[in-house]
């Protein structure tokens, strides 16, 4: 996979988006098969490569927006206080929460936690990215936010895995994987996605549902 | 110790001085305790037998629930499974919550026992230092009881419920109220298979019979056994790659 694009994994509740991201993070361990992330099997060693906003907050409440991505920070071996320091200002600014930087999360509201939350996973700068439904439970304006934060982390070469189980996420998304009970059902570009339908007009949902159809034909033969 | 351990401990500070009512509780709740016992026993002789047990039986409880509790909501609030996928190791949270709690566990065992000395003029026969080394020697077979019995619970009501279950029989059976050798023999026999009942021991000879550590070594050699074993439990159910 090149890196600095954004793919998306997308698919219905269920579908095994959660269990692949845990996979790839090294929190399961495959009961057959095997994993490989950055060329290795998961483990402490890829952890400082790879960044992590799992589906919950995940957050310490009881602490503030600067202690949690402090608290992350030096989790990351960012040991330098100076340096440390800087990049924690940078990414609670990236997240727009410096104003807040003090209030306990228990504080804030959901949008704004889940922004904490990302900049947690982002705060020791790794080059891949893993983000569990990180839209969920976000109204449009900071929907539209959150990818405009994500195509920032895109741009300065990071690469990003996200699921989701909404088209509109999908659109964002430079590569798409389709995903229906624990099975890769299709992949590629979103234009090649649609153009597989055959459709001229043809939307994400329109090429999700034919790939399931056509999974499911194949399954009755 | 690492680096990673210190990280975490120094979180575990923040979180609990940043609760002020846990803080002010985990300081005036053993004081109230203390007092009860005081006012509710005017027998000299019964006071100095019971009051230092108190002291081993709060150190158990406090550390069981803020550990237990702490632990149960690094699982269930997700920042368990973010610290699983970083490069800390299970060594450094346990260190890490080991560290931080026993900060509280000193601090809570010197202000419980001048109140003891000083207020309620318990009989001492003994060195404070040799008090607080085996406090916190309870104290961390009571941090790794927390993070091991965590595991079965799943929310904050169900880790209180296991408090009558772990912790209550052992503070009937461990002797704080009357001696365990004239207990029924099938109670004696329970009670030695407790931990609790070592540490009672172990503080009532070092208050009141003048012991020092040394002496006391079968019931540090018990609680240390005791403790290895509930870290072990305690880091297999913290096992990368089964985070569930």
């Not at chain 2, 019979?209 to 020092?212: C, L, P, S, Y």
């Given at each position: 996979m090149p890196s600095g694009i954004s793919f998306g994994l997308l698919g219905?509740?269920?579908?095994g988006k959660t269990t692949l991201i845990r996979l790839l993070v090294g929190l399961l361990k495959p009961k057959s098969g095997s994993v490989r992330i950055l060329g290795q099997t998961p483990s402490r060693k890829t952890a400082p490569l790879i960044g992590y906003m799992p589906?919950?907050?995940?957050?310490?409440?009881?602490?503030s927006v600067i202690q949690n991505v402090n608290f992350f920070a030096r989790v990351y071996q960012m040991n330098d206080k100076r340096q440390r320091n800087e990049r924690v200002e940078e990414v609670i600014r990236l997240v727009d929460l410096w104003q807040r930087?003090?209030?306990?999360?228990?504080?804030?509201s959901g949008g704004m936690r889940q922004r904490v939350s990302l900049a947690c996973a982002i705060v020791h700068n790794p080059p891949l990215l893993f983000l569990d439904e990180?839209?969920?439970?976000?109204d449009p304006e900071l929907r539209v936010t959150f990818w405009e934060h994500f195509a920032t982390l895109t741009k300065q070469g990071i690469t990003l895995i996200v699921s989701s189980h909404t088209m509109d996420d999908a659109a964002h998304c430079d590569r798409l994987a389709f995903m229906r009970d624990g099975k890769l059902i299709a992949h590629g570009t979103p234009n090649e996605l649609r153009e597989a339908t055959g459709k001229?007009?043809?939307?994400l949902e329109d090429a999700f549902l034919h790939f399931i159809h056509r999974e499911l034909k194949e399954n009755v033969q | 110790m690492s680096n990673n351990t210190l990280t975490i401990a120094n979180r575990i500070i923040y979180q609990l001085i940043r609760d002020r009512r846990t803080m002010v509780l985990l300081i005036a709740v053993p004081l109230v305790i203390a007092s009860i016992v005081g006012v509710s026993i005017p027998d000299k002789q019964t006071l100095d037998y019971i009051a230092p047990a108190v002291l081993a039986v709060l150190i158990l409880f406090f550390g069981f629930l803020l550990t237990g509790i702490s632990f149960l909501r690094e699982r269930s609030q997700g920042t368990l499974e973010r610290l699983m996928a970083s490069p800390v190791s299970k060594l450094d949270i346990v260190g890490g919550y080991l560290l931080g709690f026993l900060l509280f566990a000193v601090l809570q065992t010197m202000i419980l026992f001048f109140y003891l000395i000083y207020v309620l003029k318990i009989s001492f026969h003994g060195e404070l230092w040799q008090i607080i080394v085996f406090e916190i020697i309870i104290g961390i077979l009571a941090v790794c009881l927390g993070i091991f019995i965590s595991?079965?619970?799943?929310?904050e009501f169900q880790m209180v419920q296991f408090i009558p279950i772990i912790i209550v029989p052992q503070m009937f059976l461990?002797?704080?109220?009357?001696?365990?050798?004239?207990?029924?023999d099938y109670l004696q026999w329970i009670a030695r298979f407790l931990p609790l009942t070592y540490g009672v021991d172990g503080i009532r000879a070092l208050m009141l019979?003048?012991?020092?550590l040394l002496d006391i070594g079968k019931e540090i050699g018990v609680l240390a056994g005791y403790t290895v074993g509930l870290m072990i439990l305690a880091s297999l159910t913290l096992r990368r790659g089964a985070a569930s």
């Open positions: 219905p509740n269920g579908a589906q919950l907050h995940s957050l310490y409440t009881e602490l930087r003090k209030d306990s999360v228990l504080k804030l990180p839209t969920v439970g976000l001229p007009d043809a939307t | 595991v079965f619970a799943r929310n461990c002797g704080l109220l009357w001696p365990v050798e004239q207990m029924p019979q003048g012991q020092n």
